[in-house]
């Protein structure tokens, strides 16, 4: 059982990215899935949060407007989609299943 992120790299500010986080050994259909991100020496900043349909989303204030959830439940894979990238965007990136299950993260650095 696990969640996996990735698609994390190098991009230049205002450029894009997309994240997959991609669950194994459980459903992820049924859970909500809410996306955090950290930079070192701060605290983890809620990015937003997709529901289980993939109909619904909220986003930071942040991120709102750059940022968009989405969901292949068929391939138990969720996605962030980035646009728009800004430096102060690089973070490491994670997802979390409901209450129970959270990805390793992965790295985004925004930078020229």
């Known amino acids: 059982v696990q969640l996996v992120e990735s698609g994390g790299g190098l991009v230049q500010p205002g450029g894009s990215l997309k994240l997959s986080c991609a669950a194994s050994g459980f459903a992820l259909s049924i859970y909500y899935i809410h996306w955090y991100r950290q930079t070192p020496g701060k605290e983890r900043e809620w990015v937003g949060v997709?529901?289980?349909?993939?109909?619904?989303?909220n986003y930071a204030w942040s991120v709102k407007g750059r940022f968009t959830f989405s969901r292949d439940n068929a391939n138990n894979t969720a996605f962030l989609h980035m646009r728009s990238l800004k430096p102060e965007d690089t973070a490491i990136y994670y997802c979390r299943a409901g209450n129970t299950y959270w990805g390793q993260g992965t790295q985004v650095t925004v930078s020229s």
């Open positions: 997709i529901d289980d349909s993939g109909q619904y989303s």
